[in-house]
């Protein structure tokens, strides 16, 4: 239970910086396919978080 509760968080931890940093940059830029430009800004931020979470996991000792 404890698993599924912890990857439904990330889950919305990532659609929510996701959604953040695509409505940002499309405040700056405008793009004619926004499809690719969500698209882009999810996947930048699982390398973020999946470093975020490397980091904090060789801080431990894991």
């Not at 990532?14 to 830029?29: D, G, H, K, P, Q």
């Amino acid at each position: 239970m404890k698993v599924i509760i912890s990857i439904f968080i990330y889950l919305i931890i990532l659609f929510a910086a996701a959604t953040l940093l695509f409505i940002s940059l499309n405040s700056i830029w405008e793009t004619s396919e926004p499809m690719i430009a969500y698209l882009l800004s999810l996947i930048i931020i699982y390398f973020i978080l999946n470093t975020i979470g490397d980091i904090s996991k060789r801080d431990k000792g894991i």
